[in-house]
């Protein structure tokens, strides 16, 4: 796939920015990691069940993005960055997993 394709951008060693209003990007760390949804709206914990496939991904508006794959970081991340399109970044701190600090607004207006 092209990086022109993806709705999302990889910079530096963990940080992910998101590009595309239109799709949401779901967050796949590790089987033991919660995963994380990006929305236009800003980052939560996803809940939900995680496409099986492209296809289905794509019926419900999303991208699956698993962080430990080699076409992304190729390694499962302790500490990820987000660039959200509401204009702030946020923090992933997947050793807070189950508090309150394991999403928060990193920084505000990073543009």
Request: hydrophobic share 35%; glycine share 4%.
């Amino acid at each position: 796939m092209n990086n022109y394709e993806k709705p999302f951008l990889v910079s530096g060693r963990n940080t992910l920015i998101h590009k595309n209003k239109k799709l949401d990007l779901v967050v796949v760390n590790d089987d033991d990691d919660p995963n994380v949804i990006v929305t236009r709206h800003g980052v939560k914990i996803f809940t939900e069940s995680v496409p099986a496939n492209r296809a289905e991904a794509k019926d419900r508006y999303m991208e699956v993005v698993d962080i430990s794959s080699s076409d992304v970081f190729g390694e499962v991340k302790t500490l990820l960055f987000i660039q959200a399109i509401n204009n702030k970044e946020y923090k992933v701190d997947y050793s807070k997993k189950g508090t309150d600090l394991f999403i928060r607004i990193h920084q505000e207006n990073y543009i």
